[in-house]
Nanobody
Framework: QVQLVESGGGLVQTGDSLKLSCAAS????????VGWFRQAAGKEREFVAA??????TTEYGVKGRFTIYRDNAKNTVSLQMNSLKPEDTAVYYC????????????????WGQGTQVTASS
């Protein structure tokens, strides 16, 4: 089992920045990739970004404003979000993956509880 806990969500103004963190515990050795997804009200879950746990390789669904990075010593993966827009409003989830396609939510094995991000205009 892997446990994932997100933190850092909140209410911000359009154009502001916010950093989300995902703390992993449990069977850390089984993690190949950590990804961030988001789900806005009434919409499907959307891929935001992912990072290889050992390799540091990254892939983005939201390009240009978001940066994903990891701190393996602290078993955390963070998502730096800049120039936030109202359309970024969603519940953000982190998830861990052993094998599978990074952009496919169904590939992920464990999920955090989610953290709400609201960007007001």
């Amino acid at each position: 089992q892997v446990q994932l806990v997100e933190s850092g969500g909140g209410l911000v103004q359009t154009g502001d920045s916010l950093k989300l963190s995902c703390a992993a515990s449990g069977r850390i050795y089984s993690i190949n990739t950590v990804g961030w997804f988001r789900q806005a009200a009434g919409k499907e879950r959307e891929f935001v970004a992912a990072i290889g746990w050992d390799s540091g390789t990254t892939e983005y669904g939201v390009k240009g404003r978001f940066t994903i990075y990891r701190d393996n010593a602290k078993n955390t993966v963070s998502l730096q979000m800049n120039s936030l827009k109202p359309e970024d409003t969603a519940v953000y989830y982190c998830a861990s993956l052993r094998v599978g396609k990074w952009k496919n939510a169904d590939s992920y094995d464990y999920w955090g509880q989610g953290t709400q991000v609201t960007a007001s205009s």
